[in-house]
């Protein structure tokens, strides 16, 4: 068919559209390739000319700044301080051993460093910085800088170091870094690149240790040319890696100081619990240890002569350390019962001085014994057969659950380390882990918190605040994370009969305001802050019966290992708690004695928010208190870092 000659026309024009079109792309993308071509050989030509020859740069990483830690009120707790070092690549140093001879003309270093400094050389892959030195001087830096065109290999750098400006107060709490180890990459599964760099410092203990992911922050890293011998001649790029998070704790710095000056010289621990969040205001163990130089690496004899003391300065024992509670565990017993139905709060128990089982008699630590008794007078006096012989109605499950619900026997998730679980015995745990049956003597030792009942300094606070409010207190040490708050668990309502919880109290407020109660003379006297507690002793030995009758061996008469260990636990104010507090004195006799005035010392410094008045002491009292407040070596937080604190 002939076309016509307008068809034709019309597909003449569609033709040269569409050429012009393919045309039109085809100039775009050629202008394109051209502009980058010419990006490429002329703007960019010394970057990839300098990238084309792989030994001549380097790539390194550049360590995070790792978070800064502080306390409840922005003091700071753990910082990062300036660190020079000297760094060595092995694959651009050439002949290791005489560059090392000229570093040491100009810097002294330390043969053990020396030493480990040619391991760490050898094992590590060539192209991976090893540090020679750190913790050198400006001077000693300069120098190294001026001739590095002589050291090969060898880059004077600028880090950061941990530093711990508040020493011992929170050893426990927040614990140290070091440098990381072959054993912690064996242990952790962390494929962090941060990690292989030699001497990089990781959280070894306490919440270093335990938020170690969130404080570490993440990687920059830096592109270097260097020579032919392996002098850095400039830096072709760098890319900043994220810091750490920074945290802010629940403790009080000016509290935990006391707390630890308090504590002084004695194995002991307490903790200050706020009974209306949970939060933990001070947690001190003593006696206590320098992180510091953990962080520069201990040395051997530092390091024997903490292993070796009696007192375990390394042990973190408000949550680490169990001990059998005594007479503070009365108070679980006595609501178990009441909740049971199994006593009434008038009816009375009459105490001998000791209860026969069998063919054995279980004592009161008052030999006479108390007469008759009820639940106030139990407590006030710490009668023991009265909790014998409520246990024998209610059984050792009952008092187990009711140990519970007030937190004992429970790991608490708090970021320390080693936090103790304790120890709540059952029937069923004693087939399960002794493969014997509960016998009715040790729902006895039970009762008075003995036996195999154990608990921790952070247990037995919570189980104050609980018994104090009825709530389901929960201990909390991280307060905010980079300025996030985080939430409050608990809080809840453990559901007690408000009559029965308020027996129990009046129980404890009579143990220290009640002339014949066992913390009477180490009451304070200040209305506003009346206290309620309990005075608690366990042994860790067996009293036989030949030494009854010959007379009981006073405490202070004996090794000290051997003798009982101390306990309080208390709570204040009585009509509007805001504060718990536990102590435990190891092996320091009795708790009316040796831990019920370090308790009532911590809850007045902290009611008080600083040095109480003497007029909160009673009159007989206020002399050796002035003396004791004059010779305690307090830090001065008002001065405190010289402008090392956030508002």
């Given amino acids: 068919m002939k076309r016509s000659p307008k068809d034709t026309a019309e597909s003449s024009r569609r033709i040269s559209r569409r050429g012009l079109l393919v045309g039109g792309i085809q100039l775009a993308f050629i202008g394109v390739l051209g502009l980058r071509m010419r990006q490429l050989q002329v703007k960019e030509a010394d970057q990839y000319r300098l990238l084309a020859e792989e030994n001549r740069i380097n790539i390194r990483l550049l360590p995070p700044p790792r978070g800064l830690i502080y306390d409840r009120n922005g003091i700071t707790v753990a910082d990062n301080t300036q660190n020079y070092r000297i760094v060595m690549v092995r694959e651009d140093a050439g002949d290791v051993d005489e560059v090392i001879a000229r570093l040491q003309k100009l810097v002294y270093l330390e043969p053990a460093d020396l030493e480990r400094a040619r391991k760490e050389i050898k094992r590590r892959s060539p192209f991976v910085p090893v540090t020679i030195t750190d913790r050198i001087t400006w001077e000693e830096f300069s120098r ?37 180890s072959d054993y912690d990459l064996s242990r952790i599964d962390d494929q962090d690149p941060l990690l292989q760099i030699p001497k990089f410092q990781i959280g070894k203990s306490g919440i270093e240790t335990k938020m170690e992911k969130v404080l570490r922050g993440s990687a920059g890293a830096k592109q270097i040319e260097v020579n032919a011998v392996g002098r850095v001649m400039r830096e072709l790029g760098r890319r900043e890696g994220d810091p750490g998070e920074n945290l802010q704790l629940s403790i009080d710095s000016r509290l935990q100081n006391y707390v630890q000056a308090r504590l002084g010289e004695e194995s002991a621990a307490a903790v200050v619990l706020d009974t209306r969040t949970g939060d933990i205001l001070a947690a001190g163990s003593t006696p206590s240890f320098d992180p510091n130089k953990f962080v520069r690496g201990i040395s051997v004899k530092d390091y024997a002569e903490l292993t070796g003391n009696k007192y375990r300065p390394l042990a973190n024992k408000s949550v680490q350390g169990t001990y059998p509670p005594g007479s503070t565990f009365k108070m679980v017993v006595a609501l178990a019962a009441l909740e049971e139905g199994a006593v009434k709060p008038g009816e009375t128990v009459y105490c001998p001085g000791y209860m026969e089982l069998g063919d054995r008699r279980f004592h009161c630590w008052k030999r ?30 009952k008092i187990a659950e009711m140990a519970r619900r007030l937190g004992l026997g429970t790991r608490f998730d708090v970021e320390m380390s080693a936090v103790a679980e304790g120890l709540i015995p059952t029937r069923a745990w004693k087939q399960e882990v002794r493969g014997q049956a509960w016998l009715k003597g040790d729902t006895l030792n039970a009762s008075i918190g003995q036996g195999f009942v154990l608990a921790s300094p952070l247990q037995l606070a919570v189980m104050t605040a609980r018994l104090a409010t009825g709530k389901e207190v929960v201990p909390r040490l991280i307060k905010a994370i980079n300025d996030v708050e985080q939430p409050i668990k608990g809080g809840g309502d453990l559901g007690f009969s408000p009559s029965f ?56 008469d004996l090794p000290w290992e051997r003798r009982d260990h101390a306990l309080f636990v208390s709570y204040a104010p009585y009509d509007d708690p805001r504060i718990a507090v536990s102590v435990v004195v190891e092996h320091g006799g009795g708790g009316s004695t040796a831990a019920a005035p370090i308790a009532r010392d911590i809850v007045l410094q902290a009611l008080y928010e600083g040095t109480p008045p003497l007029t909160a002491y009673p009159q007989k009292d206020r002399p050796r208190i002035e003396s004791q407040q004059k010779k305690l070596v307090l830090r001065d937080f008002d001065n405190f870092g010289k402008g090392k604190t956030r508002a």
């Fill in 144 to 180: 190294v800088a001026v001739n590095s065109p002589a050291l090969p290999g060898i880059t004077p750098e600028v880090g950061l170091s941990r530093y711990y400006p508040q020493y011992e107060d929170y050893a426990h709490i927040v614990g140290y870094v070091g440098p990381v």
């Fill in 501 to 556: 919880l308020r027996e129990v109290q009046e129980g404890m407020y009579n143990v220290s305001n009640s002339r014949r109660g066992t913390a009477y003379s180490m009451r304070i006297v200040e209305d506003a802050f009346r206290m309620a507690g309990k005075t608690g002793t366990s042994q860790v030995r067996n009293i036989t019966a030949a030494e009854r009758a010959r007379g009981v061996v006073r405490n202070a």
């Fill in 368 to 397: 006479g014994g108390h007469g008759q008794v009820d639940l106030n007078k139990s407590l006030q006096q710490s009668c023991d057969v009265y909790y014998y012989d409520l246990s024998l109605r209610i059984g050792v499950d």
